[in-house]
């Protein structure tokens, strides 16, 4: 866009006087420059200028000192890597803090890439985090200190004999010592103790002390008695939470198993994709061969027609010379597509490179050392059914989400009550000119207890109608509504997805027996039809579409069992199975010391220490505990209630 020449002189020192107002130290510098009043290019330069971050970073390692790319090089002429598929899992497991995928943008939008961290960052949030939640409930300490001097005039005539009693003017030094330490309890419960001592010194007459403090001290208790009170509604709301808001630490704990669920999702996401990459690396390889042993084969022939046309025999014939050679260049195309095109040999290793985490070239070149599956594979319908709708990280991640909706629900409905606490303090005072003094200091006096004063009530907190409340209430029937009736669609659509890679997995596995007899059918061709070429019998296109069919027929061979393995891998994903299928476990670490004693000493409560004592009453369960995602056959019972019977409640 073109920008304006300035034409009013006014304006123009008015911008030029903005700019320079700024507090930024490099505006100031560029603008001082500025002595052509006419020219605007100097501010052009340096507005629209582009500058670099000063951020202190240090290039991956992998990314540093990279030999230089294979392009069309003989794959035997470069070292071979052998690598496992175990192996290769196992090397992008160790290098991925970010959790990378084959279709990832983490150069396009890298904050909607996952990370191994992403479930601690949900944890250590500190709006809505676990430990923020478990943060409303600790001891809150404040203390403040203030000195003021006061120096007034008073409106108050000189009077005799008054005026030798009251002074002209009020001059006065006084302090201020205020203490206080608070606490919420899992019941709502609020304690506080509050010290406060104020020092005073003025010039008024008839005073007992030239200088005296004052001081208290107190305790205060106020418990809810309906809204607000309780374990459960504390647990899942948190202590003093505005209706329809809910950051207990329960909810907090969900969230992470949601993270954890997510952070799961990005595993499997990567080791599908590893599993992808090795087997596609398998084809390209196959791919590569059957390519080139055309080629071979188109060569010889081209080879043999040539030295019967400078003989003159026989099929040396021009034309068929050169649809030999057209063959052979062909052949030679497909070579270097399989090689180094998109979809070649260079471009599915250094795939794989990527996701293992590893340098996009070394000097080595990845060769797989596991072979396709080649025997049949059959998988228990209703067993694969069942774990599929039990063990899917999916339908674990929508059950979090359900029994969150569930506790919100819980809460919204304690909401729809009248706010009334009870309210107690007791406080003791105390006077004397010494804070400290063996026989008159202000904490003397206090402890004696000479002044003592109490108050006990109730508060009352109604909002007329509830409108509020009862409108948070009908958004968590409707959140809890919902969230079940996705799950059953997902249930519904991954008995499609699971039935669909069955099926995959019974034609892959005919496709590998039919391209099998093709790749037979297609050799046994090729030798027929050279024996006739080679007396003269046929003409020279039937061998070279026979040599193009056997090229395509092993090709396809190959194709259809890189297609196998996938096709099993994919029934596993949709069955929950594929990180017990790749042989990878995860788990959460392990909390201190200090929490495992805590939880031991709570529990104690929980069981009757004596025959006769009285057992404290369990909250609501919000886990069944533990779950192995790399388990298979386990059936989970599910503790989901129907929607519509927790609505109707």
């Known amino acids: 866009m073109k920008l304006r020449k300035l034409q009013r002189p006014w304006l123009k020192y008015t911008l030029i006087g903005l700019m320079l107002s700024t507090g930024c130290r490099g505006p100031i510098n560029r603008f001082a420059a500025w002595r052509d009043t006419k020219d605007i290019a100097y501010y052009?330069?340096?507005?629209?200028?582009?500058?670099?971050?000063?951020?202190?970073?240090?290039?991956?390692?992998?990314?540093?000192?990279?030999?230089?790319?294979?392009?069309?090089?003989?794959?035997?002429?470069?070292p071979a890597w052998e690598l496992t598929l175990q192996e290769a899992v196992a090397s992008a497991l160790r290098s991925s803090d970010v959790l990378?995928?084959?279709?990832?943008?983490?150069?396009?939008?890298?904050?909607?890439?996952?990370?191994?961290?992403?479930?601690?960052?949900?944890?250590?949030?500190?709006?809505?985090?676990?430990e923020a939640a478990l943060s409303q409930f600790d001891a809150q300490v404040s203390t403040r200190l203030f000195w003021q001097k006061n120096d007034?005039?008073?409106?108050?005539?000189?009077?005799?004999?008054?005026d030798q009693i009251f002074a002209g003017a009020l001059a006065q030094t006084t302090g201020n010592y205020i203490n206080s330490v608070s606490k919420t309890t899992a019941q709502g419960a609020q304690f506080s103790?509050?010290?406060?001592?104020?020092?005073?010194?003025?010039?008024?007459?008839?005073?007992?002390f030239p200088s005296s403090f004052v001081g208290f001290l107190e305790a205060q208790y106020r418990q809810p008695l309906m809204q607000g009170a309780g374990t459960t509604y504390n647990r899942i709301a948190g202590p003093n939470s505005?209706?329809?808001?809910?950051?207990?630490?329960?909810?907090a704990r969900i969230n992470m198993d949601v993270s954890l669920a997510d952070f799961e999702r990005s595993v499997l996401t990567l080791i599908n994709d590893i599993e992808t990459a090795y087997w596609e690396l398998y084809f390209a390889y196959r791919d590569l061969d059957a390519k080139v042993v055309g080629r071979e084969n188109s060569l010889k022939t081209w080879q043999r027609i040539h030295e019967l046309q400078k003989v003159g025999a026989r099929g040396g014939e021009a034309d068929a010379e050169a649809q030999a050679r057209s063959q052979y260049y062909l052949f030679d195309s497909q070579v270097n597509d399989a090689l180094a095109g998109p979809r070649g040999l260079y471009q599915a290793e250094q795939q794989l490179r990527y996701l293992m985490g590893v340098a996009a070239t070394d000097g080595r070149l990845i060769k797989p050392m596991d072979l396709p599956l080649q025997a049949e594979l059959q998988f228990d319908w209703y067993e694969a059914l069942g774990d599929a709708t039990q063990q899917r990280v999916e339908i674990r991640r929508q059950k979090w989400?359900?029994?969150k909706r569930e506790l919100e629900m819980l809460a919204s409905r304690l909401n729809r009550r009248a706010r009334l606490d009870a309210v107690t303090s007791y406080r003791q005072r105390g006077l004397a000119d010494h804070l400290f003094d063996n026989n008159n200091g202000l904490l003397q006096e206090i402890a004696q207890g000479n002044y003592q004063e109490w108050q006990a009530g109730l508060e009352w907190n109604y909002n007329v109608g509830l409108r509020q409340a009862s409108a948070a209430m009908r958004n968590a029937q409707l959140n809890l509504v919902r969230e079940n009736s996705v799950l059953k669609e997902m249930e519904l659509k991954i008995s499609h997805d699971l039935s669909n890679a069955q099926r995959q997995i019974a034609r892959s596995y005919a496709q590998v027996q039919t391209n099998y007899n093709r790749v037979e059918a297609d050799r046994q061709q090729v030798e027929v039809l050279r024996n006739r070429y080679e007396r003269g019998l046929i003409n020279i296109n039937f061998l070279l579409q026979a040599q193009q069919s056997l090229a395509n027929s092993t090709s396809g061979y190959h194709r259809a069992l890189s297609d196998y393995m996938l096709a099993i891998r994919d029934f596993h994903r949709e069955k929950g199975s594929l990180l017990n299928y790749n042989q990878v476990q995860l788990a959460e670490a392990g909390y201190s010391g200090?929490?495992?004693?805590?939880?031991?000493?709570?529990?104690?409560d929980y069981t009757p220490r004596d025959p006769g004592a009285t057992v404290t009453t369990q909250p609501g369960l919000v886990t069944q505990g533990p779950f192995d995602p790399t388990s298979i056959g386990e059936v989970v019972t599910p503790m989901i209630q129907n929607a519509e019977e927790i609505v109707s409640r």
């Open 152 to 162: 007034r005039p008073v409106n108050r005539a000189a009077t005799p004999p008054f």
């Open 594 to 604: 200090d929490a495992y004693r805590s939880a031991y000493e709570r529990g104690r």
């Open 193 to 208: 103790l509050n010290s406060n001592v104020v020092y005073d010194r003025n010039n008024n007459l008839g005073l007992a």
């Open 100 to 130: 990378r995928s084959i279709g990832g943008t983490i150069v396009q939008a890298p904050t909607a890439t996952g990370t191994v961290l992403d479930p601690g960052l949900v944890e250590s949030n500190p709006l809505n985090g676990v």
């Open 242 to 251: 505005v209706v329809g808001q809910y950051n207990g630490v329960l909810i």
């Open 401 to 403: 989400q359900i029994k």
């Open 44 to 78: 052009q330069k340096f507005a629209h200028q582009i500058e670099y971050p000063d951020v202190a970073s240090v290039n991956a390692f992998e990314t540093v000192d990279l030999a230089a790319p294979l392009t069309l090089k003989n794959p035997s002429e470069v």
